[in-house]
């Protein structure tokens, strides 16, 4: 009877050690833009407690300068270059006079790569997408790549309307 109990609670104690996981991605921010990275003239109190809580990367690398194929990198795991998603949708698709000849670049993330979000569902996680997505059209959305609800990720990058429906 104590060794059932002993291990009962041992099941209770692993399930509660695992953490929650918020991945927060935010363009055109810099690293030094928040409080709680040293910025003295924005405010960002929310934020600021939501780090004290948190794991902060102190250190970093930005597989691309660009939205898209940092996104994709992100979710993947995996280069740009090796996703052939090395520039947002619109420039890929609008090539213009460009004087250079530009390899094959894909517009959406392709639904054989696996994402963050799969492997996360796979592990019991119940995984959410909320803003920008940019990394593909209506059948590569966020809900195809693992997530089990996605508020505002389009092709567009941003919702079409800001208002409701």
């Given at each position: 009877?104590?060794?059932?109990?002993?291990?009962?609670?041992?099941?209770?104690?692993r399930?509660?050690?695992?953490?929650?996981v918020?991945?927060?991605i935010?363009?055109?921010?810099?690293?030094?833009?928040?409080?709680?990275?040293?910025?003295?003239?924005?405010?960002?109190?929310y934020?600021?407690?939501f780090a004290?809580?948190?794991?902060?990367?102190r250190?970093?690398?930005a597989?691309?300068?660009?939205?898209?194929?940092?996104?994709?990198?992100?979710?993947?795991?995996?280069?740009?270059?090796?996703?052939?998603m090395?520039?947002?949708?619109?420039?890929?698709?609008?090539?213009?006079?460009?004087k250079?000849?530009?390899p094959?670049?894909?517009?959406?993330?392709?639904?054989?790569?696996?994402?963050?979000?799969?492997?996360?569902?796979?592990?019991?996680?119940y995984?959410?997408h909320?803003?920008?997505?940019?990394?593909?059209?209506?059948?590569?959305y966020?809900?195809?790549?693992?997530?089990?609800?996605?508020?505002?990720?389009?092709l567009?990058?941003?919702?079409?309307t800001?208002?409701?429906?």
């Open positions: 009877m104590v060794l059932a109990s002993l291990n009962v609670g041992t099941a209770v104690a399930r509660a050690a695992r953490p929650n918020i991945l927060i935010a363009d055109d921010l810099g690293w030094s833009d928040l409080h709680c990275y040293g910025s003295t003239f924005h405010e960002t109190p934020l600021d407690r004290r809580q948190s794991v902060q990367f250190q970093a690398y597989a691309s300068p660009v939205c898209s194929p940092t996104r994709a990198s992100i979710l993947t795991g995996r280069h740009p270059a090796r996703l052939h090395t520039i947002w949708r619109e420039a890929a698709l609008n090539r213009g006079n460009r250079l000849l530009e094959v670049t894909r517009d959406q993330l392709p639904l054989s790569e696996t994402t963050l979000a799969e492997i996360l569902q796979q592990n019991g996680y995984t959410a909320i803003g920008k997505w940019h990394v593909g059209r209506a059948e590569t966020p809900e195809a790549h693992g997530f089990h609800v996605n508020i505002g990720g389009t567009w990058g941003a919702p079409q800001f208002f409701y429906p």
